[in-house]
């Protein structure tokens, strides 16, 4: 199976800055298919980005996902209040399903 | 809208079956696969498998063959997560969620089943 490791475990930034969050694969993830979820204490995930770098309807558009086969980036481009949070990224391209251990994004 | 209403708490004991739900509302349930993932408290997010909800497509994940069974009922938009034989390290919140209609990503969420295994 893939095993994803996100780093850095956490990231202490001030509102209005910009946040780089890493999601590295083990082996190459087939057709960009990897998602980024935030998720807060006591709430269920929220899709965020995916096929690497698509956002759904409704997302704010400092949300961006780059990337390709085995390293990818959530960015987020000026942090606002309510992106404090804990972000994961899943990868789709092979069975099982796997995601990774999460980063939490923290106020400094 | 899109919703997934999941059933409440349980508390159960070692070796004992735990079934929860998951209901579905807002748009057509037989065409979405449903997936369920659990997250043990502090945790990350662990894929449990996947239901077709014409019952004809599960997959499960293969530490779980064996001792879970997903199933649904088309009459109540209902799907069903069942878990046997549970172990203290069952002990999680466990997460119904939507497969987007193009790929294995998770467009939405259930709030979440809180299942505590304890003696």
């Known amino acids: 199976e893939i095993v994803l490791t996100q780093s850095p475990g956490t990231l202490s930034l001030s509102p209005g800055e910009r946040a780089t969050l890493s999601c590295r694969a083990s082996?190459?993830?087939?057709?960009?298919?990897l998602a980024w979820y935030q998720q807060k204490p006591g709430q269920a995930p929220r899709l965020l980005i995916y096929?690497?770098?698509s956002r759904p309807t409704g997302i704010p558009d400092r949300f961006s996902g780059s990337g390709s086969e085995t390293d990818f980036t959530l960015t987020i481009s000026r942090l606002e209040p309510e992106d404090f949070a804990v972000y994961f990224c899943q990868q789709y391209g092979s069975s099982p399903l796997t995601f990774g251990g999460g980063t939490k994004v923290e106020i400094k | 809208q899109v919703q997934l209403a999941q059933s409440g708490a349980e508390v159960k004991k070692p070796g004992a079956s735990v079934k929860f739900s998951c209901k579905a509302s807002g748009y057509s349930f037989t065409t979405y696969y449903i997936h369920w993932v659990r997250q043990a408290p502090g945790q990350g997010l662990e894929w449990m498998g996947i239901?077709?909800?014409?019952?004809?497509?599960?997959r499960y994940a293969q530490k779980f063959e064996g001792r879970v069974t997903m199933t649904r009922d088309t009459s109540t938009s209902t799907v069903y997560l069942e878990l046997s034989s549970l172990r203290t390290e069952d002990t999680a919140v466990y997460f119904c969620?939507?497969?987007?209609?193009?790929?294995?990503?998770?467009?939405?969420w259930g709030q979440g089943t809180l299942v505590t295994v304890s003696s």
């Open positions: 082996q190459s993830v087939s057709g960009y298919y």
């Open positions: 096929d690497a770098s």
């Open positions: 239901i077709h909800p014409s019952g004809v497509t599960t």
């Open positions: 969620a939507r497969r987007a209609y193009y790929g294995d990503y998770l467009d939405y």
